[in-house]
């Protein structure tokens, strides 16, 4: 009896994953054309004061919007530009563009941008974002780069290395769905963030279930310990912000306070209302 080869036992896997293989591709190449063809945009979603509601800035999120089937979330998009690389332009794009957009805003609000790991690990990170505040003629203080927790184990001393020149520049650092990855305590120190985002996961189960309060406990008190604010992603109801209010939580961002949208220099002149409309402004290009 001829052995069985590994590829004939795998064989019945093989069209669905050529197909996901095939939808991976194409994506990729959709992704490669996006930024010529100009389907990126950014919307902005508010951070308010716990305590007060007041404003004190704005993430800047990204979105496509592809030419045929329109709009994909970043949750699909994202990975499939981390393993081409493509993440590296995109990422360069997305600084570049917020910070020339947060210059223009009529109030001086901070703004806080996503940056990837794959981007984490580049060399010349610290370059492109000292480019991308003088280019636009931004004030370092006012950004923020927040980093995925998961982003600061695969090279951590590169990593670091980036985030003290991105740090001494006067740009600030937030972790970003604190609680979802491994982080140690020690981790948390040497890399010197300035901000802990407790990862909405959390906040989803906070009324019903001890369990994640308690997690928004711990990394409150945590926060304390370390003498970092900490920001509550998430907050969809009058209910989750009384709680964080108990708790003393500082910051908070969510559907409540306002859906990420697009925002214009008048916009900023005074405080944007909470969105519940839909976003019309899209780009038809
Ligand atoms: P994130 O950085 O944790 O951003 C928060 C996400 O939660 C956003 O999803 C936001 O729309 C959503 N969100 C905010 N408030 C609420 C709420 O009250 N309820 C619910 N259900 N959701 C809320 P979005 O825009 O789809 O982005 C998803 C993720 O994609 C981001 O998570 C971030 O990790 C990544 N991402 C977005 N833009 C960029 C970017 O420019 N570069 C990189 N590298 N990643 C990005
Ligand atoms: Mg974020
Ligand atoms: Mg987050
Ligand atoms: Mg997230």
New binding site residues.
């Given amino acids: 009896r001829a052995k069985a080869s590994p590829l004939r036992s795998w064989s019945r896997f093989l069209p669905e994953m050529d197909e996901e293989m095939r939808e991976r591709r194409s994506l990729q190449a959709d992704l490669r054309l996006a930024m010529d063809r100009n389907e990126f945009d950014i919307v902005y979603?508010v951070q308010c004061a716990v305590s007060d509601g007041r404003v004190l800035g704005y993430?800047?999120?990204?979105r496509w919007n592809h030419a045929t089937l329109g709009e994909i979330?970043?949750?699909e998009f994202?990975g499939p530009a981390e393993e081409s690389g493509l993440?590296l332009p995109i990422?360069e794009w997305?600084l570049r563009r917020v910070c020339r957009e947060a210059a223009s805003w009529a109030n001086p609000y901070k703004v806080a941008?996503?940056?990837?790991p794959v981007q984490l690990v580049q060399p010349n990170l610290p370059d492109i974002v000292t480019e991308a505040l003088l280019d636009a003629g931004l004030s370092p203080s006012r950004l923020e780069i927040?980093i995925?927790e998961s982003a600061i184990i695969s090279d951590k001393l590169r990593a670091l290395h980036n985030l003290r020149r991105i740090k001494n520049l006067g740009v600030s650092v937030a972790i970003?769905?604190f609680g979802t990855g491994y982080s140690s305590l020690d981790t948390l120190s040497s890399f010197a963030f300035d901000k802990i985002k407790i990862d909405?996961s959390f906040l989803m189960g906070v009324k019903k279930d001890s369990h994640s309060r308690n997690i928004v406990k711990a990394v409150l008190g945590l926060g304390r310990s370390l003498n970092l604010p900490v920001l509550a992603?998430?907050?969809?109801t009058e209910e989750d912000l009384e709680l964080l209010r108990q708790e003393n939580c500082h910051e908070a961002?969510?559907?409540?306070f306002g859906r990420?949208q697009k925002l214009s220099s008048s916009d900023l002149a005074s405080h944007p209302q909470a969105d519940d409309t839909e976003p019309d402004q899209r780009k038809s290009a």
């Fill in positions: 979603q993430e800047a999120l990204l979330p970043p949750t994202i993440i990422g997305v941008v996503n940056v990837s927040e995925t970003d769905d909405r992603e998430g907050v969809e961002q969510g559907y409540l990420p």
